[in-house]
């Protein structure tokens, strides 16, 4: 018989049951896996919706702790705070953000004494807090670094007194990472650990999350001169040997599903703890396409987070980390 040698092969034989798909899966999504990102606004008992990010809400403190107790009932390790700040409170400097007492330092105090055991990971930059939307501070039109790096510096101290374990720079202002870790080794906080947001490029895909933290409104420009170009690739590894040559001790890289190119590069290149962000318009399209019928939602919300496992990432920050949770606590 001609086919006889290619009959030897069917790989289709191990796909017939789920024990047998089971036993050859290469790749598994566990709760372990997720980071949770949340919301913060003031008031009490507030639970705000978000418009332009379905089932994703903006939450007052005592909420905020609520989702805490959530996180460690469902093996969720941690949580990451983005505040919405009073448009009020936004300057030309940003004080706001070293404010010992503002809003995410607030819930990072509340969560670390309700619920120590979950991680409370921050976000280091100035956006909130910008009177221009930007993350770091603008000048005659310019977005200047150095300058800029010294207000994160204060700003990355004040969370790691709060009680922040992962501290989160989003703001790819060049060397923020080694100006933050000397202050933190000055400081005596040795212990607190930096995921680097390294390769962050300058996205289409952040526009809900804008939103959410009333930073679209303020937002002049774009970031194109400090976040990276979609196009490249290279640059990526260049970015992310900078930051762990500063001392960052887990990286990211963000958006995540159009660059899972881009996490596979560098779970290869560096073997380093490697995460990806989910961020608001990849969780915004699959809500919207499920809500109108158009895909199945649960299953593509499980079906990515697994890819992000697949491209080599040790775990994902995403919106639907409770919901992926409570399925996978069902199973
Ligand atoms: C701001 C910041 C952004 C996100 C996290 N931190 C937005 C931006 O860079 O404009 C995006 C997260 C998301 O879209 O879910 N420093």
């Not at 909420?63 to 936004?90: H, M, S, W």
């Amino acid at each position: 018989m001609t086919h006889a040698q290619f009959l030897r092969q069917r790989p289709r034989r191990v796909r017939r049951t789920e024990a047998l798909r089971g036993l050859v899966r290469e790749t598994t999504l566990t709760t372990q896996d997720l980071i949770w990102p949340i919301f913060l606004r003031d008031g009490e008992d507030v639970v705000e919706p978000i418009v332009s990010m379905p089932g994703v809400n903006r939450l007052s403190l005592d909420n905020a702790v609520k989702a805490a107790e959530q996180a460690r009932d469902l093996g969720i390790p941690a949580l990451c705070l983005f505040p919405y700040t009073d448009p009020a409170l936004k300057t030309q400097n940003c004080e706001e953000a070293w404010n010992p007492a503002n809003l995410s330092n607030r819930a990072i105090r509340a969560i670390k004494e309700a619920v120590p055991e979950v991680a409370v990971m921050t976000d280091v930059a100035l956006d909130p807090y910008n009177i221009n939307g930007h993350d770091g501070i603008v000048r005659d039109g310019e977005i200047v670094n150095d300058e800029s790096v010294a207000a994160l510096v204060k700003m990355a101290l004040e969370q790691a007194k709060a009680g922040a374990d992962i501290l989160g720079p989003s703001d790819m202002m060049d060397g923020r990472i080694a100006a933050m870790r000397d202050a933190l080794e000055d400081a005596g906080h040795t212990h607190v650990t930096i995921m680097s947001y390294a390769a962050k490029y300058a996205s289409g895909f952040y526009g809900p999350f804008r939103d959410a933290v009333g930073a679209s409104g303020a937002l002049k420009g774009d970031k194109k001169t400090y976040q990276m170009d979609p196009a490249n690739s290279d640059e990526a590894m260049r970015m992310i040997a900078r930051d762990l040559d500063e001392g960052a001790d887990m990286v990211m890289v963000k958006p995540g599903m159009a660059y899972l190119d881009i996490c596979r590069r560098v779970q290869d290149t560096f073997e380093v703890p490697t995460f990806a962000y989910q961020v608001s318009g990849e969780y915004a399209m699959i809500e919207a396409a499920a809500q109108n019928g158009w895909i199945n939602g649960e299953a593509v919300m499980m079906e990515s987070l697994l890819a992000f496992k697949r491209a080599g990432c040790n775990g994902i920050l995403t919106y639907f980390a409770p919901r992926a949770a409570a399925i996978l606590n069902a199973a």
